[in-house]
């Protein structure tokens, strides 16, 4: 069931990484996340993509409101996150991400080359970061992606 479009927003935000330990230890704890992830957003009609890159936690969420809110909640009281950022939090007419649970993106090299750019150009500061920007590069990867696994 989808939820009715006058209540569909989308959250984009970015926080610090901070798991700690070998890259291993780094790609087992970012499985668990996504593998929770699709499992809670299945269950609860959220859509979106996440990317993780130098540090940096950036998603984007898709679904109603008290719904986004209740996981955004989770979200902030992750130990493995800290420094979270909302960028942007609106009412949208349509999903942008509707085939996804959780999408994790950047796995390809211009989908890593777009993201470090621009964290090379905002430093990753609230200020300099803009939503849109974040949220388009995303969904630009996202596509990208799915056409070469298809």
Do not use: C
């Not at 610090?16 to 593998?35: Q, T, Y």
């Amino acid at each position: 069931m989808t939820p009715d479009n006058r209540d569909l927003y989308r959250l984009v935000y970015y926080s610090r990484n901070r798991i700690e330990g070998p890259d291993d230890v780094v790609s087992r704890e970012i499985a668990a996340i996504l593998e929770i992830s699709q499992l809670n957003n299945t269950a609860d009609e959220i859509t979106g993509a996440l990317i993780f890159n130098s540090g940096i936690f950036a998603q984007v969420l898709e679904g109603r409101r008290d719904v986004l809110e209740q996981g955004f909640e989770r979200i902030q009281r992750d130990p493995r996150h800290s420094d979270v950022h909302v960028l942007f939090f609106f009412p949208v007419p349509e999903r942008a991400f509707p085939n996804w649970s959780m999408a994790f993106i950047g796995r390809s090299r211009r989908g890593q080359n777009l993201f470090a750019h621009l964290g090379d150009k905002t430093g990753f500061e609230e200020a300099r970061m803009q939503g849109e920007r974040l949220f388009s590069i995303m969904r630009e990867i996202a596509i990208d992606e799915e056409l070469i696994e298809a």
